[in-house]
């Protein structure tokens, strides 16, 4: 069973960054897709941004295209999201996700508490 535990979350001001990392444990995370994700009070669950080791392969929500970097270190099991001026549409609860790879069907089975980010105006 794969654990995950975000950190990295705050308040800042609109134009602002934040380093969001989460921390793996309980499994190898390069033998996994990882991906970010979003939610906003009153709103649906937002896809962010997803890695797949296997060929370097990212992906971003419109969203946040330009803005946010998805990277991981696999000496610290740690993957990371830098998010850049950021919005305040941008406040949400923001959850790191993990898929095996290799698994039809199996999609995000784990998943993370989540971390606040709020962007004030």
């Known amino acids: 069973q794969v654990q995950l535990v975000e950190s990295g979350g705050g308040l800042v001001q609109a134009g602002g960054s934040l380093r969001l990392s989460c921390a793996v444990s309980g499994g190898t995370f390069s033998t996994y897709v990882m991906g970010w994700f979003r939610q906003a009070p009153g709103k649906e669950r937002e896809f962010v941004a997803t890695i797949a080791w296997t060929g370097g392969i990212t992906y971003y929500g419109d969203s946040v295209k330009g803005r946010f970097t998805i990277s991981g270190d696999n000496t610290k099991n740690t993957i990371y999201l830098q998010m850049n001026e950021l919005k305040p549409e941008d406040t949400a609860v923001y959850y790191c996700?993990?898929?095996?790879?290799?698994?039809?069907?199996?999609?995000?089975?784990?998943w993370g508490q989540g971390t606040q980010v709020t962007v004030s105006s």
């Open positions: 996700a993990a898929a095996p790879v290799g698994v039809p069907g199996a999609g995000y089975g784990s």
